[in-house]
């Protein structure tokens, strides 16, 4: 299985009050990742919406394990959990110092951009996260 570790850092607009990061901060560093497994895996957003395709997310988890603090580092590893014609889902771990602070998943639906209705993904796309 191929996974991409991007290292990232707690920025302080990414805090609550109490000083850890919000929750909503994970669903971003999960495009984060995923941005740059899609680059490492060949798939461009960019050349995918040229084409007309695009990837839109149907369904996100996230299980929070331990926080993470202001200007703490981590680490960010994304990869494909599943994928077919139709959807991908990736998966991800948000690790720091070895140990798993989330863990969670995002479900993308291939779409026509002229009409926001599902399709089939361009098999270029799929071999690429295939390594075919």
Not at 6 to 30: C, L, N, P
Not at 108 to 118: E, G, P, T, V, W
Request: charge should be neutral; include cysteine.
């Amino acid at each position: 299985m191929d996974i991409s570790v991007i290292k990232e850092r707690v920025r302080y607009g990414e805090t609550d009050q109490m000083g850890v990061a919000y929750h909503g901060a994970y669903s971003q560093w999960f495009e984060i990742g995923r941005t740059e497994f899609c680059k490492m895996k060949g798939v461009v957003y960019k050349e995918l919406e040229r084409s007309g395709y695009g990837l839109v997310v149907v369904e996100l988890f996230i299980n929070y394990k331990r926080p993470l603090r202001y200007d703490e580092e981590f680490e960010i590893h994304t990869y494909v959990e599943e994928i077919n014609k139709k959807m991908i889902k990736f998966g991800y771990r948000i690790i720091k110092d070895s140990k798993i602070c989330a863990t969670g998943y995002t479900k993308h639906l291939f779409i026509l951009l002229s009409s926001f209705k599902s399709t089939d993904a361009p098999e270029e796309v799929i071999n690429c996260f295939l390594n075919k």
